[in-house]
């Protein structure tokens, strides 16, 4: 059974910041493309931050480029969003995502985590 476990997620002050980590099970981590999504109430699911397999290449959306960095740990099965400069449009519901078949940018994931909420004041 796949696991995608969030944690780290809270509140923070704009221009704070927070670190997600997503602690992965039952399947094997190394072959799977990572990566974050966020979703607001009423807005669809959106792309943030997506990881290679080998962890060599990174892709960013637009909004959190340059303030976000995903990174990830083969040995631990552990993905990590490092996020700095937050804003209150980053406040949010962040999700952890594997996909088999596709790559960081492209990301179609086969699995998600629950989820853990970000909230950013202003």
């Known amino acids: 059974q796949v696991q995608l476990v969030e944690s780290g997620g809270g509140l923070v002050q704009a221009g704070g910041s927070l670190r997600l980590s997503c602690a992965a099970s039952g399947l094997t981590f190394r072959s799977y493309a990572m990566g974050w999504f966020r979703q607001t109430p009423g807005k669809e699911r959106e792309f943030a931050a997506g990881?290679?397999?080998?962890?060599?290449?990174?892709r960013y959306s637009d909004s959190v480029k340059g303030r976000f960095t995903i990174s990830r740990d083969n040995a631990k099965n552990m993905l990590t969003l490092q996020m700095n400069s937050l804003k209150s449009e980053d406040t949010a519901v962040y999700y952890c995502a594997a996909s088999f078949t596709t790559g960081a940018g492209n990301l179609r994931p086969d699995y998600w985590g629950q989820g853990t909420q970000v909230t950013v004041s202003s």
């Open positions: 990881i290679s397999t080998g962890g060599l290449v990174t």
